[in-house]
C-alpha cells in the first residue's frame, strides 16, 4: 500500500513514517540511526524483545521499538508515547504500529 504525495508531505510532529507503513531495514542498528537522526524533540527510544509475539511470516520474536517523549517537569512530569514500531530481524522489515 502506497500513500499518496499529499499525506507524505505532511509533517507528522517530525515521526519519519506513517502509521502502518512498512519498509525495508538493513538492521536494528540502522533503523535505531533513522530514528536518532529524526531528532523529536525531547524522545527517547527504547527498544525491547518479545518471545510472545512473533512474525507471523517466519514465526521470529519480534522486536518493539517505543519513541517517548516527556511531558511537564519536575515530579509531575510522564511520558507520552510518540510512535511504536515493530522490527522483525528474521525479514529485515519494520512497520510503524503506532
Do not use: W
Amino acid at each position: 500500500m502506497v500513500h499518496p504525495a499529499r499525506v507524505k508531505s505532511k509533517g507528522l510532529n517530525g515521526i519519519p513514517h506513517l502509521p502502518f507503513q512498512e519498509f525495508a531495514v538493513p538492521s536494528l542498528e540502522a533503523f535505531l540511526s533513522v530514528l536518532k537522526k529524526a531528532k523529536i524533540r525531547d524522545s527517547e527510544i527504547e527498544v525491547s524483545s518479545s518471545v510472545e509475539s512473533q512474525h507471523t511470516m517466519c514465526s521470529r520474536p519480534l522486536i518493539h521499538v517505543l519513541m517517548m517523549t516527556a511531558k511537564g517537569s519536575g515530579p509531575a512530569e510522564y511520558r507520552d508515547l510518540a510512535a511504536l514500531y515493530q522490527y522483525c530481524p528474521g525479514c529485515r522489515t519494520a512497520v510503524r504500529v503506532l
